[in-house]
């Protein structure tokens, strides 16, 4: 029994449930707005229109009245009292006797003459009427309600001969109904036209909303893990164009990170598992086959050195993270770079003088920039320290320094093994080592730290390179302020 009773009650709450679902859709608020709008305007002009025909039909019956005074008037006039009451009933006659009637009153509302007043029960001519007409009015109008019957009647009071007033009045059962036949034809077309906005604006909306609804499905299908959709984009409206165009640029831009982060992440691992195995090597060798205490001594060295390496390597990672996030601990002073280009060459010397490489240095005086001291060093030092390490003995390094537009831009030229074209976009990334240099000592890191320091202040590094002939490292900074 609960069973079946329960079954109507889950469909009602399913039905509310969908219910409340639709009225959250911005498809449903826009169609409220739509057939809101709609409504409000048409509804205006209704009864704008209403009254404006109402009017129009109250000046039309106005107007007959004043012919049918003006006609009596002349007749009055020519034929005189006694032969006015025959008029009255011939044209009371023709026109409907239930339908307007005609009277000469005294101008104390006395009746003279008359059409047949059998359907006018309780006329009456009223005093303040009377007297607008005595102030001197041509003619005056009133709308008066009879107890036995349905319309109104329109009235006109007109001062004739003799001090005379004659008194018009029509049914206003026509107008009535002509007025009541307008309201019904209103209404329904006004319903009727509710209920087309509802259904248009609806459709409208869901049309107009169909990219969206389509960026959603796509956007729901990338969250599954097809990274590869896109929202296609065919002309629907330049705002849901733009909005496909951006979100697929976002998608593609999300794809290269995964795919950058991913390269990282087996790059970090395949690094540092290295020096890691090498430490487990060592010990392992000094363990099986060690015996002296010199041999335990050199392992423990060794271990150091190779733990030592492996923090390095770490400790760069995260300050080229610290300085790509924008920041660091930047202590922003006044440095004259060519004095620090000076002191670094210098330091380097007997590392080239070791290699036979002539180091030359062409260092334009006076060139000043605000920057970070330490993290500017730790760049010429990675830049001088490689074209060092990749110039065979023998070979000539140069350093020069130069100023053009605000920027001053320092060059470490060298005559070494080069980088072919295919690497060359390859060197900043983390850990990329060209083939050709494996040989060389070197974790990879070096340019991507300098490119981070360079941008961080407002800088960057350019290379130009060709194999077997050398490369040539130009970083350009600004004179101002660096700006993080
Ligand atoms: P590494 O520790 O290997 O020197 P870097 O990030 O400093 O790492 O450089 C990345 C790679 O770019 C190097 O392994 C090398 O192949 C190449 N490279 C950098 N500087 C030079 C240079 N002056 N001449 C030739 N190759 C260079």
């Known amino acids: 029994m609960t069973q079946i009773l329960s079954i109507p009650f889950v469909g009602q709450v399913m039905f509310l449930k969908n219910l409340i679902k639709i009225k959250n859709t911005l498809a449903f608020r826009l169609t409220l707005w739509y057939a809101g709008i709609f409504t409000v305007?048409?509804?205006?002009?209704?009864?704008?229109?209403?009254?404006?025909?109402?009017?129009?039909?109250?000046?039309?019956?106005?107007?007959?009245?004043?012919?049918?005074t003006n006609e009596f008037s002349l007749i009055l006039a020519s034929a005189g009292l006694e032969k006015i009451m025959p008029f009255f009933r011939l044209e009371a006659n023709m026109e409907?006797?239930?339908?307007?009637?005609?009277?000469?009153?005294k101008s104390n509302g006395a009746e003279v003459a008359s059409s047949d007043m059998k359907f006018w029960k309780g006329i009456s001519a009223k005093k303040n009427s009377l007297e607008q007409l005595t102030d001197g009015a041509k003619h005056f109008f009133e709308t008066q309600m009879l107890p036995e019957q349905q319309y109104a009647v329109r009235i006109i009071y007109r001062v004739v001969?003799?001090?005379?007033?004659?008194?018009?009045?029509k049914s206003l059962e026509n107008d009535t109904r002509f007025m009541e036949n307008l309201r019904y034809i209103f209404s329904t077309t006004f319903i009727l036209l509710m209920l087309v906005a509802s259904f248009v604006g609806w459709f409208m909306a869901r049309r107009a909303l169909h990219g969206v609804e389509e960026i959603t499905q796509?956007?729901?299908?990338?969250?599954?893990?097809?990274?590869?959709?896109?929202?296609?984009?065919?002309?629907?409206?330049?705002?849901?164009?733009r909005l496909a165009f951006t979100f697929n640029n976002m998608i593609d831009r999300i794809q290269i990170l995964i795919k950058d982060m991913g390269e990282m992440t087996d790059n970090i691992a395949h690094d540092l598992r290295s020096p890691i195995t090498k430490i487990r090597g060592i010990a392992e060798l000094t363990l099986t086959t060690g015996k002296t205490l010199?041999?335990?001594?050199?392992?423990?060295?060794?271990?150091?050195?190779?733990?030592?390496?492996?923090?390095?390597?770490?400790?760069?990672?995260?300050?080229?993270?610290?300085?790509?996030?924008?920041?660091?601990?930047?202590?922003?002073?006044?440095?004259?770079?060519?004095?620090?280009?000076?002191?670094?060459?210098?330091?380097?010397?007997?590392?080239?003088?070791?290699?036979?490489?002539?180091?030359?240095?062409?260092?334009?005086?006076?060139?000043?920039?605000?920057?970070?001291?330490?993290?500017?060093?730790?760049?010429?030092?990675?830049?001088?320290?490689?074209?060092?390490?990749?110039?065979?003995?023998?070979?000539?390094?140069?350093?020069?320094?130069?100023?053009?537009?605000?920027?001053?831009?320092?060059?470490?030229i060298d005559d070494?093994?080069?980088?072919?074209?295919?690497?060359?976009?390859?060197?900043?990334?983390?850990?990329?080592?060209?083939?050709?240099?494996?040989?060389?000592?070197?974790?990879?890191?070096?340019?991507?730290?300098?490119?981070?320091?360079?941008?961080?202040?407002?800088?960057?590094?350019?290379?130009?390179?060709?194999l077997e002939k050398g490369s040539i490292f130009s970083v350009a900074l600004s004179v101002a302020a660096a700006s993080r």
């Open 41 to 68: 305007s048409s509804l205006a002009i209704f009864i704008a229109l209403y009254f404006l025909l109402a009017s129009a039909i109250q000046d039309r019956t106005d107007n007959s009245l004043i012919e049918e």
């Open 96 to 105: 409907g006797k239930d339908k307007i009637f005609f009277r000469l009153l």
């Open 294 to 412: 010199d041999e335990y001594k050199a392992m423990a060295s060794n271990t150091i050195e190779e733990s030592d390496r492996l923090i390095g390597m770490i400790n760069t990672m995260l300050d080229i993270s610290e300085f790509e996030a924008g920041g660091g601990k930047l202590e922003l002073e006044k440095i004259d770079i060519s004095a620090m280009m000076q002191n670094a060459c210098e330091l380097f010397r007997p590392v080239a003088d070791n290699k036979k490489i002539t180091l030359i240095t062409d260092l334009r005086p006076d060139c000043f920039l605000w920057g970070d001291l330490q993290s500017i060093q730790r760049m010429v030092a990675n830049l001088l320290d490689n074209a060092l390490k990749y110039t065979p003995r023998g070979g000539v390094v140069e350093v020069t320094i130069n100023l053009n537009n605000e920027k001053i831009i320092f060059s470490i």
């Open 218 to 241: 796509t956007a729901i299908e990338i969250s599954r893990g097809s990274l590869d959709k896109r929202v296609p984009i065919k002309g629907r409206g330049e705002e849901l164009d």
């Open 416 to 466: 070494g093994i080069g980088i072919s074209r295919d690497e060359l976009p390859h060197i900043f990334k983390r850990f990329y080592r060209c083939d050709r240099s494996r040989s060389e000592p070197g974790d990879g890191l070096g340019l991507c730290l300098a490119q981070a320091i360079a941008k961080v202040h407002d800088g960057h590094i350019t290379v130009t390179s060709e």
């Open 161 to 169: 001969d003799s001090g005379l007033i004659l008194q018009v009045g």
